[in-house]
């Protein structure tokens, strides 16, 4: 298994070249720039949250504290609060993550359980995806910074699994073998179903309300759009 400090030096490696990838190819300033680099970062470690070491899991909450508030000023600019209000909701967001959800997590998660896995990597895009909403309309611009923020945090949570997968080959010997963790990092599912089936339950929500979001129309609405012109 590679270490924390392996993790972090490559997730935050490829947060680096996330950020010159979108002033290259998109022109963005400073502040999406240097955003998206520190989710990627981030992103790397985000894996560990179920880790049995209380250092990881402790850093790592109190980063999602100051950064879930954050990522939630655009959506409540948009509901005509005052700042007082703002601040208020910002604080309780902060100790509702810190606290409460590290509790929930250090509960009912085990160590390379799924969390550990390409659909909880997903699960954390779309929660920056939801988290994120600019001020105004949602233009194809902005929409399309939403996805770079998504893509940011999924490339750093996809490094770290990765990671882990390579440091569970033994290279030691002549013939390469695997240790007891292989396979237990980038994978669908778990060898609990309940679990398997929870993360995957959460996944279609957030997808659902992810392209509910974007402007697209519901489920009923598709419905009624799809039947109407076949009663006709």
């Given at each position: 298994?590679?270490?924390?400090?392996?993790?972090?030096?490559?997730?935050?490696?490829?947060?680096?070249?996330?950020?010159?990838?979108?002033?290259?190819?998109?022109?963005?300033?400073?502040?999406?720039?240097?955003?998206?680099?520190?989710?990627?970062?981030?992103?790397?470690?985000?894996?560990?949250l179920d880790s049995d070491s209380g250092?990881?899991?402790?850093?790592?909450?109190?980063?999602?504290?100051?950064?879930?508030?954050?990522?939630?000023?655009?959506?409540?600019?948009?509901?005509?609060?005052?700042?007082?209000?703002?601040?208020?909701?910002?604080?309780?967001?902060?100790?509702?993550?810190?606290?409460?959800?590290?509790?929930?997590?250090?509960?009912?998660?085990?160590?390379?359980?799924?969390?550990?896995?390409?659909?909880?990597?997903?699960?954390?895009?779309?929660?920056?995806?939801?988290?994120?909403?600019?001020?105004?309309?949602?233009?194809?611009?902005?929409?399309?910074?939403?996805?770079?923020?998504?893509?940011?945090?999924?490339?750093g949570f996809l490094s770290h699994l990765?990671?882990?997968?390579?440091?569970?080959?033994?290279?030691?010997?002549?013939?390469?073998?695997?240790?007891?963790?292989?396979?237990?990092?980038?994978?669908?599912?778990?060898?609990?179903?309940?679990?398997?089936?929870?993360?995957?339950?959460?996944?279609?929500?957030?997808?659902?309300?992810?392209?509910?979001?974007?402007?697209?129309?519901?489920?009923?609405?598709?419905?009624?759009?799809?039947?109407?012109?076949?009663?006709?």
């Amino acid at each position: 298994m590679a270490s924390f400090f392996g993790h972090i030096t490559t997730s935050a490696t490829l947060g680096a070249a996330v950020g010159a990838f979108g002033v290259w190819q998109f022109n963005y300033d400073w502040g999406v720039v240097f955003l998206a680099a520190g989710l990627c970062a981030i992103g790397g470690m985000l894996p560990d949250l179920d880790s049995d070491s209380g250092i990881p899991v402790r850093e790592m909450f109190g980063l999602a504290g100051v950064l879930v508030p954050l990522l939630l000023v655009g959506r409540l600019r948009r509901l005509d609060l005052t700042p007082e209000q703002i601040l208020v909701i910002m604080a309780g967001a902060y100790l509702l993550v810190r606290y409460g959800l590290s509790e929930v997590f250090r509960r009912i998660t085990v160590h390379r359980g799924m969390y550990h896995s390409v659909p909880a990597m997903l699960i954390a895009g779309l929660a920056v995806f939801l988290m994120h909403r600019p001020d105004g309309p949602i233009a194809g611009q902005e929409l399309q910074k939403r996805f770079y923020f998504a893509a940011a945090v999924m490339i750093g949570f996809l490094s770290h699994l990765v990671l882990d997968e390579l440091f569970a080959v033994d290279l030691m010997g002549v013939v390469p073998k695997l240790n007891q963790f292989a396979g237990s990092a980038v994978k669908l599912w778990s060898q609990s179903w309940p679990a398997t089936l929870l993360t995957y339950a959460i996944l279609c929500a957030l997808g659902y309300m992810a392209w509910v979001s974007t402007g697209s129309p519901t489920l009923e609405q598709a419905w009624r759009q799809t039947i109407t012109p076949l009663r006709k």
